[in-house]
């Protein structure tokens, strides 16, 4: 969740971590400031599939899912967490995102410059779904969890349910939840004081 007036639901963050997994064994990490709470729930399914950064300056803190293994066009693998702090921690490098090898999605709050910015990773490996309201902006991997924070009116999209019974399936970024939008492959949404702004770092090519 991130508001840029600092206006930050009490337990938010709870409710969302609680709809997306009941179960005693998942752990969370939560990272706060007075803008933001950004946080992971972790199944403990895969072996490492999150982690909680901050870079040397403690200005941006990062919340990655999944990892990065690689980058194309170098010679050696890089380990998961230099190479996640070398995309992530010193300011988002696009053109190092457009290499990376791995499967992630991160959220990155910036605490001096007020702003965040999440990323999707090439292919699209996890879902990430967000929802603007006013200013502020909710995000989470499952529908569900948007709709656990209480912010977000529980309604159909018509037009998405309409694909859904006539295709089987919600084309684009549509979503069967009116106001959520599904992130694409390969893009960035960077959330501040003048709103948001979706970009794509990278696009799958056929």
């Known amino acids: 969740y991130f508001d840029p007036d600092g206006i930050i639901p009490n337990g938010v963050e709870r409710r969302m971590a609680r709809a997306m997994c009941r179960d005693s064994r998942c752990r969370t990490a939560f990272a706060h400031d007075d803008t933001a709470c950004i946080g992971v729930v972790d199944r403990g399914v895969f072996h490492r599939t999150s982690q909680v950064l901050e870079s040397d300056q403690q200005s941006r803190r990062v919340v990655l899912q999944g990892e990065i293994l690689a980058f194309s066009k170098e010679d050696d693998s890089a380990e ?50 967000y929802a603007c309201i006013e200013k502020a902006v909710v995000f989470a991997g499952q529908l569900k969890a948007l709709l656990a924070t209480g912010l977000i009116e529980p309604k159909l999209d018509p037009v998405a349910v309409s694909q859904m019974l006539q295709l ?19 893009s960035i949404l960077t959330v501040g004081a003048e709103g948001g702004r979706l970009e794509h770092y990278s696009r799958m090519e056929f």
């Open 80 to 129: 998961a967490e230099t190479a996640a702090r070398r995309c992530f921690c010193d300011g988002l490098d696009r053109c190092l995102l457009s290499r990376t090898v791995g499967s992630f999605t991160a959220a990155v709050l910036d605490v001096h410059a007020r702003t965040l910015e999440i990323v999707t990773d090439r292919h699209g490996s996890f879902p990430l779904y």
């Open 168 to 186: 089987g399936y919600v084309s684009g970024d549509g979503t069967l939840v009116a106001g959520g939008v599904l992130m694409p492959p390969g």
